[in-house]
């Protein structure tokens, strides 16, 4: 009988981003329980998020006679070719995944992005294809449904109690973007009506769906170099009479960030909340994650200083605030790849820091 603590160990790792962890584990266990359905399964899962995409379809193709009936199994095989841009083959897995468990959400996220939506008709398998778009790999890293870690972490939201702004979280909008073509999704030439349209220097002009807020991947420069940032506009907020508002807090980026890492550098002993993300993660990270992200070759030679100059802003979130205002949320990590803390930085309305926090 399959050692159930053996199971629970590797789930524990997979929460705690040591997918190499599990794949030492499974490698070294004897032949009768690494060849085991449960097993090769997480093996397989462990390859995709450490990026061995190739390896995690060898394993999984391994397993496929028990994993016909599995919509794990088939999950795991479409992120995999997703990932390895064979989308037509990717979208026959998710689709098969669904039939299999229609709740199965990161199938159901994928099919999103590859240019499918559910036709509530219950015909077929539930799903029919919208205007082509070509999918994005990096579009993965906007899920985090717990199956795949290597994702970059959620848009910050406002949380309730303590020095939030007391707002609830709400559902983020899905990530399917707006398209032209009189189908229902036709958002242009409609003026203001339904639509946000906001001109700005970082990102040129953002035309989305007031009503799902905007989620997108863009690049931002920073420190003399180009970063991919997840952008989150909470749904409803972009009103037309907040239009300049917004427009104004998205082309004061730059100047927000280089004020969120002057604080860094001024406050990494006395703030308590950076001071103790510092030590957590400094302690707490898996050694070879930690040391690989910050180019050295022992966890000793991490510094305080080394690992902010590490930090890098993943998302940027504006959302409302409870008195009518708004307000703009850095997030700030190592590589999404490698951990899942955030040290989110918050701006008020007047583009000044006013909350720190320690977030996952």
């Known amino acids: 009988m399959l050692d159930q603590e053996l199971l629970a160990r590797l789930d524990q790792w997979h929460e705690e981003n040591q997918h190499k962890r599990i794949v030492q584990e499974i490698q070294g266990l004897p032949e ?3 060849e085991e359905y449960e097993v090769q399964g997480r093996l397989g899962r462990a390859w995709n998020n450490l990026g061995k995409y190739r390896q995690a379809l060898e394993v999984l193709e391994g397993v496929r006679e028990a994993g016909e009936k599995d919509d794990r199994w088939w999950s795991r095989m479409g992120f995999a070719y997703y990932q390895l841009e064979r989308y037509d083959i990717a979208r026959e897995h998710f689709l098969r995944a669904m ?5 199965n959400q990161d199938a ?5 992005w590859l240019g499918l939506r559910a036709n509530g008709t219950g015909e077929g398998n539930g799903w029919k294809t919208e205007a082509a778009e070509k999918p994005r790999p990096q579009a993965v890293r906007k899920l985090n449904t717990g199956e795949y870690r290597t994702e970059g972490p959620r848009p910050a939201k406002p949380k309730t109690g303590g020095q939030s702004n007391g707002w609830e979280q709400k559902k983020a909008p899905a990530p399917a973007k707006p398209r032209a073509g009189g189908n229902g999704n036709d958002w242009e030439g409609r003026g203001w009506e339904g639509t946000a349209l906001l001109e700005t220097l970082l990102f040129g002009v953002l035309r989305f769906p007031v009503k799902e807020g905007l989620f997108e991947t863009l690049p931002i420069p920073l420190r003399g170099r180009t970063r991919m940032v997840d952008l989150y506009i909470w749904e409803d907020l972009a009103q037309p009479d907040r239009w300049e508002a917004i427009t104004a807090m998205l082309n004061a980026i730059p100047e927000m960030y280089q004020k969120a890492r002057a604080r860094f550098e001024a406050e990494q ?4 909340v950076i001071a103790f993300f510092l030590r957590d993660q400094m302690a707490e990270m898996d050694e070879d994650a930690l040391t690989g992200a910050l180019g050295v070759e022992r966890r000793e030679e991490v510094t305080p200083e080394r690992f902010l ?3 890098e802003p993943r998302g940027i979130t504006l959302a409302p605030t ?6 703009c949320t850095f997030d700030f990590s190592l590589d ?3 951990t899942d803390q955030l040290l989110a930085i918050r701006f008020g309305q007047d583009r000044e820091i006013c909350d720190i926090s320690h977030e996952s």
């Open 108 to 112: 159901k996220s994928f099919l999103v």
């Open 269 to 272: 002993e006395t703030n308590q």
């Open 32 to 34: 009768e329980v690494r």
């Open 322 to 327: 409870k008195d009518g205002g708004m307000d």
């Open 309 to 311: 100059d590490a930090l």
């Open 336 to 338: 999404p790849a490698v």
């Open 99 to 103: 039939e299999l468990n229609p709740e």
